[in-house]
Each structure stands twice: as structure tokens, then as C-alpha cells.
T-cell receptor, first 115, second 113 residues
């Protein structure tokens, strides 16, 4: 099992640019979560999907953030336009509703720096 | 809604000493409890989980945790730590009927030689 795969691992961009983060969940998992980690706010849930459908996006900071899950094996988190305060580590996690009490498994994260 | 409080933001210990990382939670419904570990520049890795049954749960790397319902606690322990245990540890809670994980603020464990 390859685990949750995130790309890129590191992203450096300039303020105002569009940023797209990618996630491939564990095969067979049907829930997918996007988190943001910062020193000030810790780990925050941004949005999660069940069976490719967004269930709760109340953690998405503002309209500049959007997430999609076009199929069971791929999700994107997009920031447009990006701002310096978006600098953080973004994690994707996946789980199976039907197995193991829905334990979430995390990817290695994308470290985003917005200059 | 549930919440998690990790009582110590930093815990420094010497190698081979015992350690306890404290976690208290609040919830009005039944919950599952988790401890995750995050090594530098890595994602979160599941250490152990409490779902039901025995209140003493054993995880990877020699860690264990005890669920105490009356005190709403889920403290993590290890009898003898190694340098390689240096990492940040997160306690998390989830309602048994839900999907959202709520994380504590994290405890940085530093093991010194």
C-alpha cells in the first residue's frame, strides 16, 4: 500500500499566484480530508469528502480556497489568489468508512510558502 | 461538539526515562480517541487508538495509553524513551457517529542523551 500521496512536497510562489495542491488517497478509501497546519493555529480541518462529495467545508478560510474531488483517487486544493498568510503545511488524509473505525491516514504534506 | 486539551506543550526528558503525555477531552456523546506522532517534516502517523473494550491500549514503538472515562482523559505513556522518540504528539477525538477528528494543540517531546 503506497499510502496517501501528496504533491508537490514543497511549493514556493508569489503573492497573487494560483496554487494547486494534489492528493491521491489510499486505494479503497472513501473519505478524504484536507488540513492546514500552522504554528499559530495548529491543525485545522479545511474540508472533507465522503464518496467524492463535499460534506463539510466550514473550515475553508474564504472564497480564495476551493477543493474538488473529481473521482475516488484524486483531489485538489486550490488557492487563488494566494496570500502570504496562506503559508502553511497542508495535509491530506484518507479513511474508509467501512473499515477500522474510519481511522485517518495522513500524507507527508505540502509545505507552501507565499512570498 | 468535542474538544481536546493537551496539558503540556513541551516535555523534555532524558533517554531511558519514563514519560507521560497528558490529554483530556470533552464531548457529550461517545467518542473514539487517538494519538498521532509527527516527526520533523513528516505527516502524522497513527500511534494507537481506543475504540472500545479494554481501557489500556497498546500502540507502536512501545507506547500505550489508558482511557479513563470518569476523568475524560487519554494519557500516553512509555516506560523508557529513546532519542528517536523526539517528535510532536497529537491527541485527537472523534464522535463514534461522525467523521471529523478534533486535534489537541500538540506536545513536543524532546528526548535528551
Amino acid at each position: 500500500d503506497a499510502g496517501v500521496i501528496q504533491s508537490p512536497r514543497h511549493e514556493v510562489t508569489e503573492m497573487g499566484q494560483e496554487v494547486t495542491l494534489r492528493c491521491k488517497p489510499i486505494s479503497g478509501h472513501n473519505s478524504l480530508f484536507w488540513y492546514r497546519q500552522t504554528m499559530m493555529r495548529g491543525l485545522e480541518l479545511l474540508i472533507y469528502f465522503n464518496n467524492n462529495v463535499p460534506i463539510d467545508d466550514s473550515g475553508m478560510p474564504e472564497d480564495r480556497f476551493s477543493a474538488k474531488m473529481p473521482n475516488a483517487s484524486f483531489s485538489t486544493l486550490k488557492i487563488q489568489p494566494s496570500e502570504p498568510r496562506d503559508s502553511a503545511v497542508y495535509f491530506c488524509a484518507s479513511s474508509s468508512i467501512h473499515r477500522g473505525a474510519n481511522v485517518q491516514y495522513f500524507g507527508a504534506g505540502t509545505r507552501l510558502s507565499v512570498l | 461538539a468535542q474538544s481536546v486539551t493537551q496539558l503540556d506543550s513541551q516535555v523534555p526528558v532524558f533517554e531511558e526515562a519514563p514519560v507521560e503525555l497528558r490529554c483530556n477531552y470533552s464531548s457529550s456523546v461517545s467518542v473514539y480517541l487517538f494519538w498521532y506522532v509527527q516527526y520533523p517534516n513528516q505527516g502524522l502517523q497513527l500511534l494507537l487508538k481506543y475504540l472500545s473494550g479494554s481501557t489500556l491500549v497498546k500502540g507502536i514503538n512501545g507506547f500505550e495509553a489508558e482511557f479513563n472515562k470518569s476523568q475524560t482523559s487519554f494519557h500516553l505513556r512509555k516506560p523508557s524513551v529513546h532519542i528517536s522518540d523526539t517528535a510532536e504528539y497529537f491527541c485527537a477525538v472523534r464522535e463514534t457517529s461522525g467523521s471529523r477528528l478534533t486535534f489537541g494543540e500538540g506536545t513536543q517531546l524532546t528526548v535528551n542523551p
